[in-house]
């Protein structure tokens, strides 16, 4: 659309002549004769700039920019003055105006003006945007997201901030399964309490026990000190065990005790004790099949499998980067005491071509990397990470493998590459595919696959 301009001047030649220059440079304006005739305007319709001289009868110039800032308080405003002193162009500027113009100015100062006005305005909003997304996506504890898939994840995190139900997160490696099990307690009615993190991949299984429930001075060697387990240090507040995929099956069996009667025993002693704990538990693994090998426990599961979260991966929810890298640029800002250099659209498009094994996790790494070594404003595909620039990664690139193939597979696979690539864009997608837009969706809906945007 065309830049709405909003001419006030009450010289209907002046007004005529201005209005015509910036037509033919491919604005959209509107002449007004004076204040009141503007306000009107302005009340009426969305105009993008106003430009308007500072002395006119009855309503002037700076009451006018007054008004139009109440109304439309993202419009640019450009005062034109014949009496342009230092005096009158601050108290413009004061007032809001984006910068001034004076009489008489010619063809290229009004167009250059214009023009930088409309871009600074264009800017702000921008920023204003990015800052309301960024805001809206930390509201739930620094998960950032609007995709489908994200907002299933905050549908059920939000449940389960007010209960003391056990919760199973489910994700790969990076995909920010703590970040979950932080807000749902920080969140919640225990948030002063105690929050406890226990990496159960972590612990050798022989002090797995020793970490959970705690031991008595002189139960094993070693135990010089009677100590508390993480259930009696996480008592009336949160105990998160990460990887719990990876727990011994003999410490499973007294986790499930423990999570069933709310007591538990130090090694060494005999002395039951009673806690109030929240679990939370999360893992990497496929719980189903650790079940089939027969190296979890059935019921242990079922206990823990009240409700689930489950985190998709990045390469299912490409509709969020923007946001991400918004967000993480802005954290990197910070933390490296730099400003962050801009993202040009070829790096964000290998971006999104890109499997992201590491998840968020690695997209966060990979721009603190790229930041660093870049010494100019922008970051431009050269400096992407080999990583990145892969032909292996991009769409199309498909070798026939060994065994044979099943087409179908073959067919929504792509589907879902080009959905990747596209942002969950249907339309863009069929492009990339040689699609039309109705096959595309006949396709989809007969692969059943899930569409993270809703159609254009």
């Known amino acids: 659309m065309k830049p709405k301009i909003l001419i006030t001047e009450d010289d209907h030649v002046q007004r005529e002549i201005i209005a015509d220059i910036l037509i033919r440079a491919g604005y959209a304006a509107t002449g007004a004769a004076s204040g009141l005739e503007a306000v009107e305007a302005l009340e009426d319709d969305a105009f993008d700039m106003l430009l308007t001289d500072l002395s006119m009868p009855g309503m002037d110039g700076l009451e006018l920019l007054r008004h139009a800032k109440r109304l439309r308080p993202d419009i640019e405003v450009v005062v034109m003055t014949a009496y342009a002193t230092v005096a009158t162009a601050v108290t413009a500027m004061k007032e809001g105006a984006t910068d001034y113009l004076e009489k008489p100015f010619d063809k290229d100062e009004l167009l250059v003006v214009a023009a930088r006005a409309l871009e600074r305005g264009d800017l702000r909003v921008q920023n204003r945007q990015l800052r309301e997304l960024v805001t809206r996506a930390v509201s739930l504890g620094n998960i950032i997201g609007e995709s489908v898939p994200m907002q299933r994840v905050f549908d059920v995190v939000g449940r389960a901030v007010n209960v003391s139900s056990t919760v199973l997160i489910q994700g790969e490696s990076g995909t920010g399964k703590e970040l979950v099990a932080r807000h749902i307690h920080f969140a919640g009615p225990r948030a002063k309490k105690p929050f406890v993190v226990m990496n159960c991949a972590a612990i050798p299984d022989s002090l797995v026990e020793s970490e959970l429930f705690g031991h008595e001075k002189g139960a094993f060697t070693g135990a010089e000190a009677s100590r508390p387990g993480k259930f009696e240090i996480a008592s009336d507040g949160t105990l998160f065990l990460d990887e719990i995929g990876d727990m011994h099956l003999e410490s499973q069996a007294k986790l499930l005790r423990v999570l069933q009667d709310g007591m ?35 019921d242990l599961f079922y206990r823990l499998d009240v409700l689930r979260v489950d985190l998709p991966p990045l390469r299912e929810r490409m509709q969020d980067l923007p946001m991400l890298l918004a967000h993480f640029r802005e954290k990197l800002a910070t933390k490296l005491g730099k400003p962050a250099p801009k993202l040009v659209p070829d790096v964000i498009d290998a971006m999104r071509r890109y499997r992201w094994p590491g998840n968020v996790r690695e997209l966060e790494n990979t721009l603190e990397q790229m930041f660093i070594l870049c010494d100019g404003p922008t970051v431009d595909i050269e400096a992407l990470p080999e990583k990145l620039r892969e032909r292996s990664t991009e769409l199309g690139a498909f070798m026939l493998p060994l065994g044979g193939i099943v087409l179908e597979d073959i067919e929504q696979d792509f589907i879902r590459q080009a959905l990747e690539r596209s942002g969950g864009r249907i339309k863009e997608a069929a492009e990339l595919l040689g699609l039309t837009y109705k096959t595309l969706q006949y396709r989809l809906k007969k692969h059943e696959i899930d569409r993270h945007v809703a159609d254009e």
């Open 264 to 298: 538990v025993e130090r090694i060494g002693s005999s002395q039951p004790r009673k806690v109030d704990v929240r679990v939370l538990v999360a893992t990497n693994r496929d719980l189903a099949k650790r079940i089939e090998e027969g190296a979890f426990r059935r």
